[in-house]
């Protein structure tokens, strides 16, 4: 995959620039603080739909600008892909994909692989656990963009367990009773997490162990992965045998509820979650001990690049082909690290390298080179080989059809490459059918069978897919669900639901995602749409559409 044209609008320094590059290693040279980094992360956040340097989106944003926008005409092999995103502080951001916008800014998340080394990567080894888990999550969802879904519901269940927990300490109200609900939905998806974590450090770690042996040279210790967890059964950190079996979700799930049940007490007390993904920590070892703390300043150096190749190295094992980002990073690299990763580079479908100065990057690399200087960015060697006449970065016209149905099958490749391939296949034939003195159609028949066929001969299928929103709503909605609220009418697609007060009402509300996502997966996409949660309602003296203030005929009671 490479970048063919880049086009930033009012993105950090830039207040507009339009970029043609070329596969192969491209140089972005220019004197300190001209905007080469800003034009590489623009490339990076494709990638993540976050910043290596800032966590917000706001110092994205030109200084004085409401929005940024970057636009890349990317090639991944044969294939044309435009994708565009528009960076909104404080609102949602907006994706399209071939001009066809995405229902979700995360469902870009996957598309664009690209692994970016800068210096601020040195906190991967000396910074705190969440430079690390972010680390290992991003790189998860690069590889399997399904779990985006999945790390976005545990941070939103996390938060809200939290808020309850600190109600329920400085007792205000009930909010325990409200706990287990919770307690659920967390346990359901930080197994999933946990188990894609450990999977990932299990495939990482040969990758990392090879990059470092490579960049640190003979008689360089031996660099390892592992993983320190809350859930004992996920890991104490220390490097797991490579051919070790990994948890599975259900068996993490299983141990985290455990261990919640056993830390209640203290979490109350403390008024947040103490076990989870969310507390963990990936531990990189070097000759055998824990990195953190021990490696002098070189080795931590070597080992944060050892760790950023090792990701370039399972995306490419992975069959990818991810753009490769060195952002500043020559200058700080001894002669016999710049080779290694001068190598790596020179592999690299395209690699995008930004230094102040052209003579720290290695000759090799040195071909093409963007000289960026008085807010211009100009491409200086060979044209980018490009279709002549098309630049379909600065050509705003609206989707087509055609625009439409190839983002959703860029959309739906990118999920399928992630989906693990099904265990068990219908062996394709033809169907069973009665034959000879077997039973016919007009013979008696199992219930089931002549209910399903009533079905659809009848067109019932609508009708029925309604119905089991009502009559399955408990095995739908899970019974700790159920067990406190109703659901009460289905008018075009919006559910009312009563709960059975207005605690569980303020719940159902935070939960509503979950449960349409439930509702969804059982009886279709289009059956619920919406739901409205209401808490029980007292007797009402009011009628009709027009009524006076009042309490009510009180000659009558008073
Ligand atoms: N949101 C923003 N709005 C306007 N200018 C910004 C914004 N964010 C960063 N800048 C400016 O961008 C410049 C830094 O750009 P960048 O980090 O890309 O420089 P660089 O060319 O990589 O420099 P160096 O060689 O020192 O790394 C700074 O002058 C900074 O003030």
């Known amino acids: 995959m490479y970048v063919r044209h880049l086009q930033l609008v009012d993105f950090r320094s830039w207040e507009k620039v339009d970029l043609a590059l070329r596969p192969g290693p491209t140089v972005f040279v220019g004197r300190n603080g001209e905007g080469k980094t800003n034009l590489v992360e623009a490339v990076g956040y494709l990638a993540t739909m976050s910043s290596h340097r800032v966590s917000a989106d706001a110092p ?93 519901d545990y941070d939103r269940v996390l938060k809200q367990r939290n808020a309850l927990l600190k109600t329920a300490r400085m007792a205000r109200g009930d909010a325990l009773a409200t706990l287990d609900v919770w307690d659920a939905h967390l346990v ?144 700080t690299l001894d002669a016999g690290r710049r080779a290694a990763l001068a190598e790596v580079a020179r592999s690299a479908e395209q690699t995008l390298i930004t230094a102040a100065v052209l003579d720290d990057v290695p000759d090799e690399l040195r071909g093409a080179r963007v000289e960026v200087g008085e807010g211009t960015a100009t491409l200086v060697g060979p044209p980018p080989r490009s279709r002549p006449g098309r630049c379909p970065v600065a ?3 609206p989707p087509r059809p055609s625009d439409i149905a190839r983002a959703a099958l860029e959309a739906a490749r990118a999920a399928s490459a992630s989906r693990p391939a099904p265990t068990r296949r219908r062996v394709a034939g033809p169907r069973r059918r009665w034959t000879g003195p077997g039973p016919g159609e007009d013979d008696p028949q199992p219930l089931a069978r002549l209910v399903d066929s009533l079905v659809s001969t009848q067109d019932w299928s609508e009708q029925t897919r309604v119905g089991a929103v009502f009559g399955r709503w408990s095995a739908i909605v899970g019974q700790d669900i159920a067990a406190h609220c109703r659901p009460e009418t289905l008018t ?67």
């Open 395 to 397: 050509d705003d016209r």
């Open 188 to 331: 359901d998806y930080g197994g999933q997490l946990l188990a894609a974590r450990l999977a990932l450090v299990a495939d990482l770690a040969p990758h990392v162990a090879r990059a470092y042996a490579t960049v640190a040279g003979a008689g360089g210790a031996a660099a390892g992965l592992g993983y320190a967890s809350t859930v004992p059964l996920a890991g104490d950190g220390t490097p797991p045998a490579p051919d070790a079996p990994t948890p599975s979700a259900a068996g993490l799930s299983a141990a985290l509820r455990e261990r919640i049940a056993e830390r209640r007490r203290d979490e109350v007390d403390r008024g947040m979650t103490l076990v989870g993904p969310h507390r963990d920590d990936l531990v990189l070892h070097l000759g055998g001990v824990p990195a953190k703390g021990f490696a002098s300043h070189g080795e931590s150096w070597s080992l944060a690049l050892a760790l950023k190749l090792g990701c370039f190295g399972l995306l490419r094992a992975d069959g990818e082909e991810p753009i490769l980002v060195l952002d500043d990073v020559f200058a």
């Open 492 to 558: 075009e697609g919006e559910l009312l639901v009563v709960a059975e007060s207005t605690a569980w009402a303020t719940q159902l509300r935070l939960l509503a995602p979950t449960i349409l996502a439930k509702l969804r997966a059982s009886v279709g996409g289009d059956v619920v749409t919406r739901l409205r949660v209401v808490g029980p309602t007292a007797p009402s003296w009011k009628k009709g559409p027009r009524s006076v203030r009042g309490r009510g005929p009180r000659d009558t009671y008073g």
């Open 60 to 152: 994205l944003v030109r200084h004085g600008a409401g929005q940024a926008v970057v636009r890349a005409a990317l090639r991944r092999e044969d294939r044309e892909l435009l994708v565009e995103v528009e960076v909104n502080p404080g609102r949602a951001n907006r994706v399209r994909v071939n001009r066809a916008a995405l229902p979700r800014p995360r469902e870009l998340l996957g598309l664009v692989k690209s692994v970016l080394f800068a210096p601020e990567d040195l906190a991967l080894v000396r910074g705190d656990p969440a430079e690390r888990r972010r680390f290992l999550d991003d790189l998860l969802v690069s590889r399997t963009p399904r779990l985006a879904g999945v790390r976005s």
